[in-house]
């Protein structure tokens, strides 16, 4: 009977006729309903367009740079804009961002960024693959370079720290910082320990107990890699390999592979934790509008937000105190 089902193609209509409109609805009522996804893509539209016009930070001065690390393209270059620029306008401090192409930044983007950035740093896509080819080959790294071409997310744990040594500070492109990240500044001065922001849950797509079997310790929980600074010469290649490959065969592939790989790196690793209340991952009202934390990190429906107002309330916040560093 069951042969005779799935030849009929029974799950697969099922699939198509109620699980998937059932989840697109979700979604939209997660988004707040058919206006408010209008709304948001509108805004999404016009901070892009905003993104344009942001004012050329300086490339140099008295005091050391801070460097962030982003993996962007066309699609999300003009986030990678405002991240970058709410922290240089919050933090007081020059910045040098090196940006990891992921495949698409195209040269208009690039000349956007450089414009606003004058000190940043591209890294080009075909660099990063002929670095992958000569350190992570794929006869011996089969797992991690699957995941690389299929999987970007852990482009965000390779791309930075492959081949090279001494503490690096990756950040997604969905932040906005609103006031002065104090703590962040001062671990990037002193960088002793990880550093990583907090989850709204945790969220590692993989059981527990296979992720604490490998690591060898207890899983912290509710680690975000939205924010996080790691060590690269304290990473074990071949070791993430292994792990790697064997949480796909056991569980398969899953959206948090790369946060569950920095949460088992960090096992039993003392670190420098921010806190949740002042670097937010995925803000709801009344704080998602009023935005009074350090910094927020928009996944998830919280987008909608991001989108909407929270961008705007940067560029009021730069006139009001135009200062930049």
Avoid at 127 to 152: E, G, M, Q, S, V
Avoid at 227 to 250: A, K, N, V
Wanted: hydrophobic share 40%.
């Amino acid at each position: 009977m069951r042969s005779i089902i799935r030849r009929a193609g029974i799950p697969t209509l099922a699939h198509h006729l109620w699980r998937r409109p059932r989840q697109a609805l979700g979604r939209l009522i997660a988004a707040g309903g058919p206006l408010a996804v209008y709304r948001t893509e509108r805004g999404r539209r016009e901070m892009e367009a905003a993104a344009r016009e942001l004012p050329s930070l300086p490339a140099t001065g008295t005091e050391s740079p801070v460097t962030l690390h982003l993996l962007t393209g066309r699609n999300f270059w003009y986030q990678t804009a405002f991240c970058l620029w709410s922290f240089a306008r919050q933090s007081g401090r020059l910045i040098h961002p090196v940006l990891y192409d992921d495949g698409t930044l195209d040269p208009s983007c690039r000349e956007r960024l450089a414009r606003i950035f004058p000190a940043v740093n591209f890294v080009d896509a075909a660099d990063t693959i002929d670095r992958l080819n000569a350190h992570l080959p794929l006869a011996r790294f089969p797992a991690l370079r699957d995941r690389w071409l299929h999987y970007p997310n852990i482009r965000k744990l390779i791309d930075p720290h492959l081949t090279e040594s001494g503490w690096k500070l990756v950040t997604d492109s969905d932040l906005l910082f609103f006031r002065p990240p104090t703590l962040l500044l001062d671990w990037a001065a002193r960088p002793e320990r990880p550093f990583h922001a907090v989850d709204c849950e945790t969220s590692y797509g993989y059981s527990r107990a296979l992720m604490t079997s490998l690591a060898g310790g207890p899983i912290a929980e509710r680690v975000n890699v939205g924010l996080i600074g790691l060590d690269s010469s304290r990473l074990d290649w071949d070791r993430l390999e292994s792990w790697c490959q064997t949480l796909l065969t056991r569980e398969g592939p899953n959206y948090y592979l790369e946060q569950a790989l920095v949460a088992m790196l960090l096992v039993r690793t003392e670190c420098v934790v921010a806190p949740a209340g002042d670097y937010v991952t995925l803000p709801e009202p009344p704080e998602a509008i009023a935005c009074r934390a350090v910094m927020h990190h928009y996944v998830a429906h919280s987008k909608r937000w991001y989108f909407q107002s929270s961008w705007r309330k940067v560029l009021a916040g730069a006139r009001q105190s135009p200062a930049l560093p």
